[in-house]
């Protein structure tokens, strides 16, 4: 972006904002960003599915992923190993109970966020989308939250309900 | 010295049950204290030794280095790693809490976390973006950062999860280091993050700002906008240097008192938005169980909380005599209005001296002068801050808050925000363990 583009989007936003006065005394050191280039790092995914990209994958095709990627860590079919089991979960009957994908976290979409933002461990952000709906439709269908056979897709995951969406208090509501 | 008799006795004033001496013992004049400890000994010193000289009095000393270390002599001054050799998964490094004095934590000794390695950022190539719901969307490098107009701060910074084994229904024997290792306080020095949001602009409808680092993770946590425009800062500064790697390098998210896995580390984005991301830190790791089944959600605050550090256990009583109690207290609401000590097991009280400066939301020094007779004690501190709260004493916490079914391991985390009191038994030989009183 030339320089002289820069000085007439913030002479333009200083108008709209009518705030020119605020402007001329800021540092402005910022250099703008074309929302699309800020793409391959706008990677968070909303409760309500914003940001989900396209794609989709069944429990099939994710079991077999899951077996190549995640289980040397996550056990065989995700009942636990080094890392955390996906798969199963007890009764939130104790303060240190483990907290669990099935017993406790509250919206689909943070499954996904996870695998995409953070795994493999060793590889985080190498799965393609619709590997990462894959696993996530294998991990719910392991957990019994959806069917072995529903595809999992930006039009369906987020509609999967999570058993305890409805078991937390905000602590500090004053707060937000 | 001989001690004014008037003044020593006045300084030594006993205020609460078994030896504990009024706070201002230390606030006279140096014969004052030496009457304090003087008119308490029950046992007058042996004669010292005659003095000779050294060896390293006699010669030239060592070279001085760019970047100094402490002596040889402190080598056992460390944090303690509960991942040392980087296996997959989480890395901790506790502050020893029983080792240091003061108020703030050295750059080597405060308290890390990182759940994927450090990483190795070059400082050049970081960005940090600043987008969504913004008029709008402005990056930002280290060195543009480095040209705004800085503030400078004290505050500590404290995981959700320390202290906890003291959910444990039975006290597990640690030092202060294991159980209350994960917080620290440091100088910070940065950019507002108000003065950056002023120059993207706010959209009206934005109300959470979703913050993720530049680590392998890209660990991220949901901040409301209410706290970004009160006192969040970005970091770019510890203790006058730029932040160590495992503190967050070449940048971090400080957010004043609020819990420590959002004080975002190698920040590389703020994304404006309406509704937290509920993102895998936010809603499973730091939602909090309650007894009930149930669990906290966005506890963020870090609430009013004290231990004694000196004496602690590991450090061991040389013997009946005068000792000074001492300890850190702190509070994500403010500052410490009072801190009061037992050596009673909670039977009496003693408020304890503060040291100037008491600052909002930083670690603040409390001492309180302590003749122990060389009998059973229980040595406890509990604090208040300026905005009327107290901590809880166990059972009133334990009444909330619920307690371990199971014994935990001391590096185990079975919940998060803890802030009730800490007792230290000393026996008569001088021996400090861990109780609950």
Redesign the interface.
Known sequence: MSTRRVSI?VAA?AL??GTGA??AE????????D?AD?AP????????GTGLPPGGGTPAQGERIFAQKCAM?HGEGGKGG??AAVVGGG???????V?SIAN????P??VF??IR??MP??Q??SLTNDEVYALTAYIFAQNKLIGQDDSMNSDTLPKVRMPNRD??????PD?? | MEPDAKQGWDGVQAVAGNGLLHRRAFLKSGAAVAGAMMGYSFVRPATAEPLAEEPWSLGVGGLSRPYQQPSRFEEKVGRTLSNPNG???TSHARTPHHLVNGTITPNGLHFSIVH?GVPDIDPDRHRL???GLV??????TLD??S???MVSRFSFVECGGNSAPM?SREPIQASVQALHGLASCAEWTGVRLS??L????IDPKA?WI?A?GAD???L?RSV?V??ALDDAMIALYQNGERLMPGNGYPMRLLLPGYEGNMNVKFL??L?L?E??????YE???Y?????N?????????QEVKSFITQPSPGLAMRGPGFYEISGIAYSGNGRISKVMVSADGGKSWGEAALQAPVLSKAFTRFRMPWRWDGGPAILQSRAWDESGNVQPTRAQFVAE??????I?PVL?F??QHYNSLTSWAIDARGEVKHVYA
């Open positions: 989007s936003l709209t904002l605020a402007f800021s540092p402005d050191l910022g250099r703008p960003i929302p800020i790092w706008d990677i968070s995914i909303m409760p309500d860590c080094v890392a009764p939130l009957d104790r303060i240190e109970a907290k406790f976290w509250g919206y979409t943070t966020d996870f933002r953070a461990w060793q985080p952000r078991g937390f208090i905000i602590r500090f707060r937000i | 296996e997959p998964r994927s973006v600043i987008h008029k709008r969307p402005l990056v930002f543009s950062l040209r705004y107009p959910f003065t950056l002023d120059e993207t602009g109300k979703v993720e392998s993770l890209a991220s409301p209410k706290k590389r984005r994304k938005v509704a937290p991301a509920m993102s895998y809603s499973r790791t939602s909090q169980l309650l007894p089944g149930k669990a906290f959600r966005f506890y963020f605050l808050r619920g307690e371990t079914k199971n935990p185990g079975p919940n």
